[in-house]
């Protein structure tokens, strides 16, 4: 799909009166070339200046006109675009995300809709530019058929030699954009990894010279590549159009009589023509990268669509009464060769008001399982029952909004979104939250909206307990949220907070490697290597469940 059915598809009516207008103005240019050469034969037919004037007076007022409707035309498409890749993004299953990479994402999210945002700007001008050229043409037609038809076969000749370059120069520019993937992949190594490129020379030397510049040589490369046939086509079309002119001059008269007053509007118009036809040359690149751009963009956008989840339009709100969460002999399946895993069959049952602790070694399963609980991932064999319903694809956004989580890798908004308190209530409720986990002295709180997220990572921690509190849903789960937290604060998470959940009716999911208080949960579930290796309720000090 390229640019401009891009904008037909989003606005059709608008783009066929954009183009009206673009060809009304492009004519009335192109007669204004007539006028002009008519007056080199008589400079003094009757009405010929009212002529003028009237037509330049269309042109001035249609011309405008069709980039006005053109360029909110082409901003409202971006517009609509961003939204939409956003919304794919945000109805894609995790796994899907998880398995396409944040580098593409962002590349695709900044760098494609930036080259689409700069050519649908160039289109307003091109149609216009299109029109005066469909203009002229048809005006070289009326005064001689032969010559114009001389005049096409050799602008064809330079269309197609023309193409055939700029076809090359598109083989590079994907080569080039598809380095960009790897390239923000490097980049969010620098800005994720950077104390660990600060500490190690080394390291810092080798991801240099051995990653990041090999990346961007090849991109570089690529561009360069581009760019230097965008070039080659440039000056080869100027050369051709030169040659086209210098054809009807000194050539064609030799194989055949043409009026002299024909060949010098013929000269006249084709020079009028050399502007569209450089402008026209000078954004092609512009155009080519944003049809590169777009091609991802669909690969992207379709590569998503065919798993995306059916995300309400509305606010789904949880069941009043929550009584029980069941899962029968689920399962989920990734990797493959050396890193091939596998969760289950797993059966489990969790009712309101229990602490129970998710434990295990690292690459148990414990961060599958927890996914898999929350909704964001669907088991591929077995089944999950909320309150005895049975959860499936047509109902898995409800199903999800039963969960308060604080994930590992979990994200802070600095807007607290989503609630229907008044800005007052909710900024009362958040003081005092900010005061019980001690942060207030760090964090204010103003219309819903955070002071600062730049905390240290156990207080960043503490604010997306805050966020999990307001959002008051009947089951929380943490993953490993204690692992940053002071001895205190450790202690008053176990002691205090987690009880004072159960004692509102909450089912806490707890994933924890804390054995000092394993004795505070009412069930522990350990995992091994994806199987559940023991489920049971301590009735002894921690010290003897390990």
């Known amino acids: 799909m390229n640019i401009i059915w891009l904008l037909v598809r989003e606005s059709a009516p608008q783009v066929v009166l954009a183009v009206l207008a673009g060809l009304v103005s492009g004519g009335c240019s192109a007669k204004l070339i007539a006028l002009i050469n008519d007056a080199v034969k008589d400079p ?14 269309i042109a001035l007022l249609t011309s405008p006109i069709s980039q006005f409707l053109l360029v909110r035309l082409s901003q409202d498409a971006i517009y609509r675009l961003r939204l939409r890749l956003s919304q794919r993004i945000m109805a894609a299953p995790l796994a899907q995300l998880e398995g396409q990479g944040a580098n593409r994402l962002l590349a695709v999210l900044t760098d494609d809709v930036t080259n689409l945002s700069n050519a649908v700007f160039a289109i307003p001008f091109l149609c216009i530019d299109g029109a005066i050229i469909i203009g002229c043409l048809v005006y070289l037609g009326l005064l001689s058929k032969p010559v114009l038809a001389a005049a096409v076969v050799m602008m064809l000749f330079g269309i197609v030699t023309v193409q055939l370059i700029l076809n090359q120069a598109q083989h590079y520019l994907r080569q080039a954009r598809n380095e960009q993937d790897q390239l923000f992949q490097h980049f969010r190594a620098i800005t994720d990894g950077i104390k660990e490129l600060k500490l190690n020379a080394r390291r810092r030397q080798g991801f240099v010279d051995q990653q990041l510049s090999v990346s961007a040589d090849a991109s570089r490369r690529d561009s360069i590549s581009a760019l230097n046939l965008f070039a080659l086509a440039t000056v080869w079309g100027q050369m051709l159009f030169f040659a086209i002119v210098g054809g009807l001059v000194l050539g064609l008269p030799r194989l055949m009589a043409i009026d002299p007053l024909v060949l010098s509007g013929f000269v006249l118009t084709l020079t009028y023509l050399m502007r569209p036809f450089e402008s026209l040359m000078d954004r092609l690149p512009v155009l080519l990268k944003a049809n590169v751009s777009l091609q991802k963009i669909e690969e992207l956008g379709l590569s998503l669509e065919a798993q995306a989840e059916d995300l309400a339009a509305g606010v789904l709100k949880p069941i009043q009464l929550f009584q029980s969460l069941r899962f029968e002999a689920i399962s ?32 148990s399963g414990k961060s599958t399982l927890a996914k898999i609980i929350t909704g964001l991932y669907s088991p591929e064999d077995g089944t999950v029952r909320l309150n ?50 001690q942060i207030d002295h760090k964090v204010e709180i ?46 008053l998470f176990y002691e205090e907070i987690l009880p004072g959940l159960r004692d509102r009716g909450k089912l806490i999911l707890a994933i924890s490697h804390d054995d000092r208080y394993f004795d505070l949960a009412d069930r522990i579930i350990k995992l091994d290597y994806g199987k559940i290796e023991s489920d049971w309720r301590p009735l002894k000090p921690a010290a003897d469940i390990i």
């Open 388 to 437: 005895g319903d049975r959860v499936t694809p047509a109902n898995l956004e409800w199903y999800r909004q039963h969960f308060s989580t604080v994930f590992v890798d979990f994200y802070l908004f600095n807007q607290l979104l989503g609630h229907e308190a008044t800005a007052a209530d909710l900024d009362g409720r958040v003081r005092r939250y900010l005061k019980d986990l």
């Open 44 to 57: 003094l037919q009757p009405g010929l200046a009212w002529q003028f004037v009237g037509l330049l007076a």
């Open 446 to 491: 103003k219309d819903g909206q955070l002071s600062t997220t730049a905390l240290s990572q156990g207080q960043r921690k503490r604010l997306a307990l805050l966020t999990a509190y307001l959002d008051d849903r009947p089951i929380y789960l943490f993953d490993e949220w204690a692992a940053d937290q002071d001895p205190t604060f450790r202690a």
């Open 332 to 363: 989920h399946h990734y990797g493959g060769g050396a890193e091939d895993f596998c969760l289950g069959p797993v059966d489990l049952s969790f009712k309101p008001g229990e602490i129970v602790f998710i434990v295990g070694g690292n690459g």
